[in-house]
């Protein structure tokens, strides 16, 4: 499991709060490195993105050996949520209020 706890300092203009907007859709700070790196291991990689809005993972969701879960924000049961999506204890079978591309 690796994540990333993105800084003022290192967000690059990607992520949004009050009183601003993202500058573009991508991963924030140095997300997009630690996923391309990880996928490029080889090895199977499972990509769980929690976010609030669109974001772009470039080419990863066309390797052949990455499996991906959107997550949004899961709220006070999320994290178990996820686990249990991720360790098939939950199948879940709904469709999306959005498209996602």
Do not use: H
């Amino acid at each position: 499991m690796v994540g990333e706890k993105v800084t003022d300092n290192d967000n690059q203009g990607n992520t949004a709060g009050e009183g601003s907007d993202r500058a573009s859709i991508g991963l924030p700070g140095r997300q997009q490195r630690i996923v391309n790196i990880a996928v490029a291991s080889g090895k199977p990689v499972v990509v769980v993105c929690v976010s609030g809005g669109s974001v772009t993972l470039g080419n990863v969701s066309r390797q052949p050996n990455v499996a991906m879960v959107y997550a949004g924000f899961g709220g006070e049961m999320g994290a178990q949520a996820i686990v249990d999506v991720l360790f098939g204890t939950w199948v879940p079978c709904a469709q999306m209020v959005r498209r996602l591309f």
